[in-house]
């Protein structure tokens, strides 16, 4: 950081009940008052008057010996700047920086300390310094134009914010090869490279120290120009985003009773956040999905408009399908859910995604790309849904909610969602069977693999109804394997029947299902037992009402008769006639 040093002589100032004087042995003539505090200061024995064209100009009616008092509380820069002018005019030694420029150079012109008064002068001195020094220099140019926030009518008058903006544009602009002047670069891990170039970024957090208007300004410049790419344009306010906006932990709210200064910081992480979310580039990939959603999670804390919550979830939701679970894990902020994990924001995000997905891609299914970005976002869910299900706080409704978002296509099996269900089942251990029932019903059994499956039917934490419906499919699945695709004559199942062993349907509706459960049918509270004995009852009297026609039709043809008709070709065609009446019944 450079600096300026005028004047040659020792400070001689000093201060006795808020009155600043000098050590003189003249007695002093000039009394200027600045809010609270008093200037002791001498008219002509010090070249005070001959270098101000004001104090020249409000002590032009008064004699050399009387006494004048001046209240100047309209000074920029305060009694500050006003004693670094006073000390230049008794030649007492002084440091001008990028720090103090902005309030010596506005308390200089107020005072009018041009040459055009006396040659030399401080106006002179200062313009020469800045352009010169300040200007050239870096870090100086954003010193500078930062503390022209205290000042910002006269800085923009002066010219001082528009020419530090020219300069730190052009510096930004300049290829990082040819980047000379020092610059602050704190990113992990890059200080311990021993050669190393200029990184593209290098000025992204030299320039986040400025406030937000200042730091839009520089931002907007950039972009007009079009020379850096909008990854980098992104990366800036990523990087603004973190020195500025409050953290995560933070963010809860601290019910009303919340202080003065609480929310005037609020309002103004509010206008910073908005002013960021309206200089993201429109391309792509110029932000990451996870910055979004920070920022979006950090909005409804903040209460932002519509407009910027809006803009932040179609922008998450183009790029959802890059996310990583660890993009979606933020705190819940609102004081009437008590889920630790935000799931709605997830939620809002989801759906935008699939009405972008919908329109964009009418027939996914043979687009590659477009089934390839669904079932991302699929899976990514899926892997969601497992973290928040250890919540205890997470509701069935929430939980199902979330999952039956997710489009059928967006997944290829179901392996996934068992694994979430089944870590919330662990969790939740005192779900009730209708919120159990509820659950597991957004499960497709038939989209389970093998290994899974297996892994169900043995789980006692599903209800007993999924269970079934598993084992169900897996024997009507291992049916379909083992049948012959021939198909069985009439007289075949007719002669058949008198071979098949009478403890068939017994084995399937009881002994299978209680030998693939296990003990689970003995903590059970006879819900299955009466189910089997149900089916039990239906097949047997199938069975038994086929039985009884038939011996009616051997009896009738005996009496019509007088014996029976063991005619092989008749027996067949009463088995079809009996077979159709079977159907059409």
């Known amino acids: 950081m450079k600096f300026m040093k005028l004047g040659t002589k020792a400070d001689t100032f000093y201060t006795e009940q808020a009155t600043r004087t000098l050590i003189s042995e003249i007695a002093a003539d000039l009394v200027i008052q600045i809010n609270d505090i008093t200037y002791l200061l001498h008219k002509l024995q010090f070249p005070l008057l001959p270098k101000c064209g004001l104090l020249q100009r409000l002590c032009y009616d008064t004699s050399d010996s009387e006494s004048v008092s001046l209240e100047l509380h309209d000074i920029p820069g305060g009694e500050d700047a006003f004693e670094l002018c006073a000390k230049f005019c008794y030649g007492i030694a002084i440091n001008i920086s990028a720090h103090n420029f902005v309030s010596a150079l506005c308390a200089a012109k107020f005072l009018r300390m041009n040459d055009s008064i006396e040659k030399g002068n401080l106006v002179g001195k200062l313009e020469s310094f800045f352009n010169s020094c300040i200007l050239e220099g870096w870090k100086d140019s954003i010193a ?4 022209t ?5 006269w800085s923009e008058n002066l010219g001082i914010v528009r020419k530090c903006i020219d300069s730190i544009i052009e510096k930004i602009l300049t290829p990082p090869p040819q980047v000379k002047w020092s610059y602050t670069y704190t990113r992990p891990g890059y200080t311990k490279k021993q050669h190393h170039s200029v990184p593209k970024d290098w000025w992204t957090e030299d320039v986040s120290d400025l406030d937000i208007d200042l730091f839009r300004c520089i931002i907007m410049a950039i972009r007009s120009t079009y020379v850096l790419p909008p990854q980098l344009i992104g990366e800036a306010l990523h990087v603004y985003a973190c020195r500025w906006l409050p953290g995560l932990t933070k963010l809860k709210s601290s019910g009303s009773s919340a202080s003065q200064t609480e929310e005037s910081n609020k309002e103004k992480n509010r206008k910073i956040l908005e002013t960021i979310v309206s200089m993201i580039p429109a391309d792509r990939g110029s932000v990451s999905v996870g910055f979004l959603f920070r920022l979006l999670s950090i909005s409804i804390h903040l209460g932002v408009s519509s ?6 979830i179609r922008r998450a939701s183009l790029q959802f399908e890059e996310a990583t679970v660890s993009d979606l894990l933020y705190p819940s902020k609102s004081s009437s859910d008590q889920n630790y994990y935000d799931t709605e924001l997830v939620l809002a995000v989801l759906e935008t995604f699939l009405k972008l997905w919908k329109r964009m891609s009418p027939g996914a299914v043979d687009n590659s ?5 669904i079932r991302n976002v699929g899976k990514l869910i899926d892997s969601y849904l497992q973290v928040v299900a250890r919540d205890d706080n997470m509701q069935v409704s929430k939980f199902v909610s979330l999952a039956e978002t997710v489009p059928s296509i967006a997944r290829e099996d179901h392996d996934d969602l068992y694994q979430a269900i089944n870590i919330y089942l662990k969790v ?3 779900l009730s069977k209708a919120d159990k029932k509820r659950l597991c ?4 059994c038939q989209r389970l693999s093998p290994e899974v499956r297996a892994h169900a039917v043995k789980n006692e934490l599903l209800p007993l109804r999924t269970v079934v419906q598993l084992l169900y499919f897996e024997q009507d699945k291992g049916s379909k394997a083992t049948t012959s695709h021939k198909l069985p004559k009439p007289h075949e199942i007719l002669l058949g029947a008198k071979h098949r062993p009478a403890t068939t349907n017994e084995e399937f509706n009881g002994e299978e299902i209680r030998e693939r459960v296990h003990h689970k049918t003995k903590r059970s509270d006879g819900k299955l037992l009466a189910l089997d004995l149900e089916k039990k009852m239906v097949i047997k009297g199938d069975i038994e009402e086929t039985r009884s026609e038939k011996a009616r039709g051997i009896k009738d043809a005996s009496s019509s008769s007088g014996k029976v008709d063991l005619d092989p070709k008749k027996i067949i065609r009463r088995t079809r006639s009996k077979s159709e009446h079977g159907v059409k019944k």
């Not at 500078?144 to 503390?147: E, I, P």
């Not at 790309?369 to 970005?373: E, I, K, P, V």
């Open 441 to 444: 019903g957004i499960l497709d």
């Open 144 to 147: 500078t134009l930062q503390t």
């Open 149 to 153: 926030a205290t000042l910002p009518e």
């Open 307 to 312: 407009v910027t919550k809006t803009e932040l």
């Open 428 to 430: 939740h251990t005192d």
């Open 369 to 373: 790309y477009f089934l390839r970005s």
